[in-house]
């Protein structure tokens, strides 16, 4: 039979010897001095803190990467809407040139170039499609820099396309206006000749045909009115002649009409052209009531005689030109009178602003009749006169000539206004005044033909009507 085995008994003495020895062998085991022990745990509390340093700037370099690589997207993305931008926008350019070289192609019609704008319109209209769907699946260009500058030049090229057609539109419509101005011109050639043919109907002797075959005894105040009209017509065609060659000439027309008639505002601009013909009516109707405009000291026939022979004289000439008459008898009365009433009328200074010399003039102080349209157109007024004063002297009872004095008050009786709007005013307080008398009156026995006058108002009057018209 085996013994058991009884445990020994440890003292505390025991105890204590056995823990002591547990101590030093743990020592001898991890080296532990006490300097050395203090410089390990330095250097590794160093080497804990660099690596969470390493690993923060570590981090810290993956943050600032991400920002860059999404600054680049970013860039990438918008230029590569600016490219598709300005590819629509270059597209666009082009539509626009080649509708217009459709609608330029319509007319004059140009089939081919209506083909060939149709064929870039298709065209174009399918770039457009393609890129709306670049647009809507994101498919940009790779190189958008290049696609900006194609682009941009694309663009360009549209706008000199539709530049051109709108120039070739202007040309086409320049050539248009430039056919309708000549077309125009001819037309006012036309009827400037027309007018021109009339007024030498007006003005030549047919239209006395009224006095053709009619005996002395059957003359009466109508005849005489239809004469006096003939006068003042021709009277006026030569004031225009002379208007138009102040004008040529650069006069102060102005200047002209107040040395004529002082002190007078007329109502309108080309009212002034009645001082000129008062002016030329004063010169021509002087003397009227004399014989011969006493310009000739040719002698009469008796009194029993006297009217047959003037209405002799007025037959004799109203068939004829004036020119030709001149050329035929230029020795006769007419002749003086025509010298004596040129001379008077045109003065040197005159003359010569207007054509540059006097040899008219000179021509007709030497007894000569000078071959000029300006002449001419004298003449003819002068030969309405003359026939008018024939036909007064050939009256029974005689006319008689009257003129009214400025200042007068009107009166519809003996006068006749040529600015029947002086009575549109209310402003007018009383009645106008009398300025001048512009073309004068007769008398044939108790038949009254009344002068022509222009009126006006006192000068502050004057000068309100002006001032309200302006208004």
Not at 167 to 181: F, H, I, P, T, Y
Not at 205 to 231: K, M
Request: charged fraction near 25%; charge should be neutral; include cysteine.
């Amino acid at each position: 039979m085996m013994e058991s085995v009884k445990p020994v008994a440890v003292t505390p003495r025991k105890k204590l010897a056995r823990s002591f020895a547990k101590v030093l062998h743990v020592k001898a085991l991890i080296g532990i001095a006490s300097v050395d022990g203090l410089k390990n745990v330095i250097s590794d509390a160093n080497l804990k803190d660099e690596g969470n340093m390493g690993k923060s700037n570590k981090s810290s370099l993956n943050w600032s990467e991400s920002f860059v690589e999404d600054d680049d997207e970013e860039l990438q993305e918008r230029k590569a809407n600016e490219a598709l931008l300005a590819k629509l926008f270059a597209s666009i350019s082009i539509v626009k040139g080649a509708y217009a070289e459709l609608q330029y192609s319509q007319s004059p019609f140009d089939p081919d170039g209506i083909e060939a704008a149709d064929q870039l319109l298709v065209s174009e209209l399918k770039n457009l499609s393609e890129l709306k769907q670049c647009f809507l699946k994101k498919q940009f260009d790779p190189s958008p820099e290049t696609a900006i500058l194609e682009a941009e030049s694309k663009e360009l090229q549209g706008v000199i396309k539709t530049y051109e057609i709108m120039g070739k539109k202007l040309e086409s419509q320049v050539r248009l206006k430039d056919s309708e101005v000549i077309f125009l011109r001819e037309k006012l050639e036309e009827a400037n000749k027309r007018n021109k043919a009339i007024e030498r109907r007006l003005n030549q002797s047919g239209q006395l045909a009224v006095l053709d075959n009619v005996h002395i005894s059957g003359l009466s105040p109508s005849h005489f009115i239809s004469v006096l009209r003939h006068a003042v017509r021709s009277i006026r065609n030569f004031v225009r002649v002379i208007v138009d060659e102040m004008r040529s000439a650069d006069w102060d027309v102005d200047a002209a009409v107040n040395a004529i008639e002082q002190n007078v505002v007329y109502l309108a601009e080309d009212h002034k052209c009645f001082a000129i013909e008062a002016f030329v009516c004063r010169e021509m109707f002087d003397a009227f009531h004399f014989p011969n405009f006493s310009v000739s000291k040719e002698s009469l026939p008796d009194r029993s005689k006297r009217q047959q022979w003037f209405y002799g004289r007025f037959n004799e000439m109203k068939s004829m030109k004036a020119k030709d008459f001149l050329a035929e008898k230029p020795r006769s009365s007419f002749a003086k009178f025509c010298r004596v009433k040129y001379l008077k009328l045109v003065h040197p200074k005159m003359e010569s602003s207007f054509f540059g010399n006097m040899s008219q003039r000179n021509l007709v102080n030497a007894g000569e009749f000078p071959d000029t349209a300006f002449f001419t157109s004298f003449a003819e007024m002068a030969k309405r006169v003359w026939l008018l004063h024939c036909l007064a002297f050939s009256l029974e009872p005689q006319a008689s000539i009257f003129q009214v004095g400025k200042g007068c008050r009107f009166s519809d009786v003996y006068m006749e206004s040529v600015n029947d709007e002086i009575f549109l005013y209310s402003e007018v307080e009383s009645d106008p005044q009398v300025a001048f008398t512009v073309v004068p009156g007769f008398r044939i026995g108790k038949t009254v033909i009344q002068c022509q006058v222009y009126l006006s108002q006192h000068q502050s009057k004057a000068k309100k009507i002006t001032s309200t018209k302006q208004r």
